[in-house]
C-alpha cells in the first residue's frame, strides 16, 4: 500500500467513524481516486518507459560521448589545479590589464618597425621589463603554465577530430606519420 493511499485510508477510517459521510459515497470516491491514481501511475510509467526504451537519435549519442570525453579531461589528474589557475586569472583585474598592457606595447613597437621607425633599445628595454615583472607573478606564472597544460591536450584532441572527419573513421598513429605535426603533438 502506498503512503499516499495508506494516508487517504486513516482519512476515510476516521471520517467513517465520524459518521460525517455514508460509507458507500466515501468506498465510491475511493475507488474513484484508486482507479484515478492507477492511471495516472500507469500515464507517467509508459511516458518514463518512452524516454528510456526509445532508440537515441545520433545526436544523443554524440553529445552522450563529448560529455564522457569532457568528463574524463576534468578527471585528469591535476585538470582541477589547472583549472584553478586560470580561474585565479581571470578573477584578477590587474594582472589581465597588465597582460594587455604588454601586449599593446609588442604591437606598437612591431607596428613601428613594420612601418619603417626604428625601434630604440629604451624601447626594447621599457617593454622587456614591464613583460619580466608582469610574468614573474605567480598568477602570471600558473596562468602561463595553465595555458601549455590545455594547450596539450587540445592538440591530442584536435588533429584526430580533423583527421577523422577527413578518413570518414577512426584515425590510427599510423594516419599521423605524414602529416606536418611533431613528437609534441602527443600521436607519436
Given amino acids: 500500500m502506498s503512503a499516499f493511499h495508506g494516508r487517504y485510508h486513516t482519512i476515510f477510517q476516521f471520517?467513517?467513524?465520524r459518521g460525517s459521510v455514508d460509507?458507500?459515497?466515501?468506498?465510491?470516491q475511493a475507488s474513484e481516486l484508486h482507479d484515478c491514481?492507477?492511471?495516472?501511475?500507469?500515464?507517467?510509467?509508459?511516458?518514463?518507459?518512452s524516454i528510456f526504451m526509445s532508440d537515441p537519435t545520433p545526436q544523443d549519442v554524440l553529445q552522450q560521448k563529448a560529455l564522457e570525453l569532457c568528463n574524463a579531461i576534468v578527471a585528469l589528474p591535476g585538470f582541477a589545479e589547472t583549472h584553478q589557475k586560470v580561474q585565479a586569472f581571470m578573477e584578477d583585474e590587474l594582472i589581465k590589464f597588465e597582460f594587455q598592457m604588454v601586449n599593446n606595447r609588442v604591437q606598437l613597437l612591431t607596428e613601428?618597425?613594420?612601418?619603417?621607425?626604428?625601434?630604440?633599445?629604451e624601447e626594447i628595454s621599457e617593454l622587456e621589463a614591464f613583460r619580466d615583472a608582469t610574468l614573474n607573478k605567480e598568477v602570471a606564472k600558473g596562468f602561463i603554465s595553465a595555458q601549455a597544460e590545455l594547450d596539450a591536450i587540445q592538440k591530442l584532441i584536435y588533429p584526430m577530430l580533423a583527421k577523422t572527419f577527413e578518413l570518414g573513421r577512426v584515425p590510427t598513429s599510423d594516419d599521423f606519420l605524414n602529416d606536418n605535426c611533431?613528437?609534441?603533438?602527443?600521436l607519436h
Fill in 182 to 186: 611533431d613528437s609534441s603533438c602527443g
Fill in 15 to 17: 471520517e467513517l467513524f
Fill in 23 to 28: 460509507f458507500s459515497e466515501r468506498l465510491t
Fill in 37 to 49: 491514481l492507477r492511471s495516472d501511475v500507469s500515464t507517467v510509467a509508459s511516458v518514463i518507459l
Fill in 112 to 121: 613601428k618597425q613594420a612601418a619603417g621607425l626604428p625601434v630604440t633599445p
